[in-house]
């Protein structure tokens, strides 16, 4: 074969392989979508409810919300056909959970194809209001002066409030006892009830309560002064680089074809960045990202160095 004549026969395979890249993005899709995320009343399931009412109509399908046990979320779409027609929606536990199991049957980065990372809900350090501190600063101080007689109160182990209760406690180098519950909301309720005397919790979960007068806020987690906690300090002020927050985001099983996901991209971030749902989910204490593809990735490999130290220091292990 000539120089000129393989040349002509690249050209040709290339052009076929865009095309058919093309017209598999313009029929897609001719089907309703599977979107695989938590348990139903979580944060998960509100976010995951909002974006598949709000893109089917882009879309001209339905999306089914598929609520499944968190623990069988990662196989069940990892191994699922990679035609964009079964997705999942999750937090940031989902991309560490491999890193908390002896035997993990999943890997996002080696097995999942971002799409989006969707939004954000920055954690607040809340306290019982008896508790005699009203600044990090403080709550810092009276850790250091009682050690091992503080307790902050978090869901089960690897969750979002205890791996934010444990990087504290190492940044900070204090000893604050973690009580696991069986949920975010039993965690939340001990703490109301003064059972514990801390918790490192989503504004969108610990809001109502500051606001009532059952929690006092101490600081946000943020990097920055949060819209969603006007007037508070970021808890950085006094410890430096110190940053949590509940992050979602959607993904398809790796090898998805790429038109697929710019598609789903696409029609996700401008759903999100309409003011009216930007506005919807700040009243919700959600800040909307709507990033591209790399950044959620780019996102979660950066998660697993952070939190997988956070872990490893911890000894943080499920059964």
């Known amino acids: 074969m000539t120089l000129t004549r393989f040349v002509s026969w690249i050209f040709t395979f290339e052009v076929l392989i865009f095309g058919a890249g093309t017209v598999c993005g313009q029929d897609y899709p001719n089907r309703p979508i599977r979107l695989v995320t938590a348990a139903p009343g979580g ?7 909002i974006l598949a009412r709000g893109i089917s109509p882009s879309l001209g399908q339905q999306i089914v919300v598929d609520n499944r046990p ?5 196989e069940l779409v990892a191994s699922a056909q990679p035609d964009g027609y079964t997705l999942v929606l999750n937090g940031f536990s989902f991309w560490l959970t491999p890193l908390l199991v002896a035997k993990p049957t999943y890997d996002v980065p080696r097995d999942f194809a971002a799409i989006s990372l969707l939004t954000t809900s920055p954690a607040l350090i809340v306290v019982h209001p008896s508790l005699p501190v009203t600044s990090v600063k403080e709550l810092i101080a009276l850790a250091k002066a009682r050690p091992g007689v503080l307790n902050y109160g978090s869901s089960t182990p690897g969750a979002p409030t205890h791996l934010a209760g444990e990087l504290f406690k190492s940044m900070t180098g204090t000893n604050i006892v973690g009580v696991p519950y069986k949920g975010n909301g039993p965690a939340l309720n001990a703490l109301i009830a003064g059972e514990v005397e801390v918790m490192f919790s989503n504004v969108a979960a610990v809001s109502p309560h500051v606001k009532s007068g059952r929690l006092r806020a101490l600081a946000v987690a943020s990097a920055q002064p949060s819209v969603l906690a006007p007037g508070l300090p970021p808890v950085s002020a006094t410890v430096p680089g110190y940053e949590v927050a509940s992050t979602y985001g959607i993904f398809a099983p790796k090898g998805t074809p790429e038109v697929i996901i710019n598609r ?7 759903f999100l960045n309409s003011p009216s749902v930007r506005e919807q989910l700040l009243k919700v204490g959600v800040e ?8 959620l990735a780019a ?11 956070v872990i490893e220091q911890a000894g943080i292990r499920r059964n």
């Open 43 to 49: 944060g998960t399931d509100f976010v995951s409810r």
């Open 70 to 74: 968190t623990r069988l979320i990662g």
């Open 264 to 270: 789903l991209n696409q029609v996700a971030v401008r």
């Open 288 to 295: 909307v990202i709507g990033s591209a593809p790399e950044r």
């Open 299 to 309: 996102t979660v490999k950066s998660d697993l160095v952070k939190w997988g130290k």
